[in-house]
């Protein structure tokens, strides 16, 4: 079992429309609104994350370009495996 930990109560200005369209969805999927706005912010929290992640590499590839000879090899292995998968 999870353990619980200690949450502090914010107040967050909303405007109405959202806060009726928050709780109509929270009621919908049965989560109270706390939870669904907790797990908003989780989501949120995780796409910035990977947006970053994927800005660093691009990034890293633009300093130090992939060699060409990696890539050949790579699509020469895909090649060979590619035809055995099930789709």
Do not use: H, N
């Amino acid at each position: 079992m999870a353990k619980s930990r200690a949450k502090k109560i914010i107040q967050v200005p909303m405007e109405d429309d959202l806060l009726k369209y928050i709780d109509k969805t929270a009621g919908a999927v049965a989560e109270s609104r706390a939870a669904f706005i907790r797990e908003a912010c989780r989501q949120r929290l995780k796409s910035l994350e990977a947006r970053e992640l994927d800005r660093r590499y691009v990034e890293g590839y633009r300093r130090k370009p992939e060699d060409t000879a990696w890539a050949e090899i790579g699509a020469r292995l895909l090649s060979s495996v590619l035809p055995r998968e099930k789709w």
